[in-house]
């Protein structure tokens, strides 16, 4: 076939895979779109294959791909492929450039201020490992919500001669107490140089106000590395929402894009505070990507990111249509209200309505051990076939962490409720 037969029949296919097919749509518009309609979510479910044996609450380890997002990646594998190493050398980056000016408009960012990454994890490693701001006797500090290697990347500051301070956030807080914590912790360790923020927690899903906590760092002289993984798809927001410097983004979570699409944020001014990636040799370093060097990639996965792009708008993603917002919140909500008050079931994180995603976690009463809650996890797969998953390094002890997603039925978490009731007793 020849390159330019093939080009068209890829582009034929991806025209058939986008969301906004007409039959699709017909769907969508015979909908009233809001949090609470079942009718509508049902036709989002119908775009996603999902197992018919496992009521699936276990969605933050990464995001499934609808089924438009999935053919549009299946097309852009296949023309990756077969170009091969003339399409990388000679048509990728044009194509890729125009992605990243796409997406960066939807962050309110830059052009020159995200960089795509394999994951917001490779994000974070990047920001953190190559900080220029420390010296000796500086201290970094982080809190027990924060995700394990980002920690772990944190402690490593210590074989450099920093010191690392470990807080432990409340599980459940008022806004103006989670500042008044951060701003106290500082304030008590003034070596602290550098503070690891997670906007919300993978463990249980709690929500902190990160703008106002890094408007406190910044008085005394404090940067913030901000991990966005879980909140960027789940929460309305840009980043000048966050008002942080350096902030890793996940597009394989609730994004809905392949996996190994993630984004480094560095805002304008301050690219210098991070070092130029090891492995990269580009002399002119004004560039961000210059500070991240993934080797090769997978360019299929960020190529298929306009199309998830789309299907997330369609749900109502997007700064200033926080529809899909509104659905995850409520359907943390509407199982929560079922376990109120249930003695033998402690829910963590507090109910907050203006900064709640889907992700959540529960205790079994006085059940706080990992082993503990791998069984409880283990017993609501085994005898109600429902997926979750225990999360452990909180201070009040290990959890189960509950998280649907957009395609996730009430009535499946009705089931969910009824068995956590039948497990406390």
Not at 6 to 19: I, M, R, T, Y
Not at 276 to 300: C, F, K, P, W
Not at 310 to 334: D, I, N, P, Q, V
Request: aromatic share 8%; glycine share 8%.
């Amino acid at each position: 076939m020849k390159r330019r037969n093939f080009l068209q029949g890829v582009a034929a296919s991806a025209a058939l895979s986008v969301f906004n097919s007409a039959q699709a749509e017909a769907v969508i518009a015979s909908a009233d779109a809001r949090a609470d309609n079942e009718d509508f979510w049902r036709s989002i479910r119908a775009q996603y294959d999902l197992p018919d044996d496992i009521i699936q609450l276990e969605n933050g380890n990464w995001g499934v791909m609808s089924r438009p997002v999935m053919k549009e990646y299946f097309a852009q594998t296949q023309k990756v492929n077969t170009l091969s190493s003339y399409y990388s050398r000679r048509q990728f980056l044009p194509e890729f450039f125009t992605i990243v000016k796409q997406t960066a408009a939807l962050l309110g960012a830059g052009d020159n201020e995200i960089a795509f990454t394999r994951g917001a994890t490779e994000a974070l490693m990047n920001l953190i490992s190559n900080y220029r701001g420390l010296k000796t006797g500086d201290a970094v500090m982080y809190a027990d919500t924060d995700y394990d290697s980002a920690q772990a990347a944190f402690d490593k500051w210590q074989q450099r001669g920093m010191k690392r301070i470990v807080i432990n956030l409340p599980e459940q807080a008022t806004d103006e107490e989670y500042v008044a914590f951060y701003r106290t912790a500082l304030e008590q360790n003034p070596q602290v140089k550098l503070l690891l923020l997670t906007h919300m927690s993978h463990r249980h899903g709690l929500v902190i106000p990160v703008k106002e906590v890094v408007a406190e760092a910044r008085k005394l002289g404090v940067d913030c590395i901000v991990d966005a993984a879980h909140s960027w798809g789940q929460l309305d927001f840009t980043v000048e929402d966050l008002g942080a410097d350096f902030i890793a983004f996940n597009l394989h979570k609730w994004m809905g894009a392949p996996l190994g699409a993630g984004i480094m944020y560095i805002r304008n001014g301050r690219l210098n505070d991070i070092a130029q990636a090891a492995g990269d040799g580009s002399e002119d370093t004004s560039r961000i990507y210059t500070r991240v060097h993934s080797g090769t990639l997978n360019m299929a996965s960020w190529l298929t990111v306009p199309a998830a792009l789309e299907f997330h708008s369609k749900m109502g993603g997007g700064k200033g249509s926080a529809l899909k917002a509104t659905r995850l919140a409520y359907l943390r909500r509407y199982w929560w209200q079922q376990l109120a008050d249930i003695k033998g079931v402690e829910l963590i994180a507090a109910d907050n309505d203006h900064a709640m995603g889907a992700i959540s976690s529960l205790r079994l009463k006085g059940q706080t051990s990992a082993e503990a809650n791998k069984a409880i996890a283990a017993r609501l797969l085994k005898e109600f076939n429902i997926f979750s998953v225990h999360r452990t390094g909180l201070a009040g002890g290990a959890c189960v962490r509950i998280t649907p997603s957009v395609f996730n039925t009430t009535t499946e978490l009705d089931q969910l409720a009824s068995a956590l009731k039948t497990m406390a007793l």
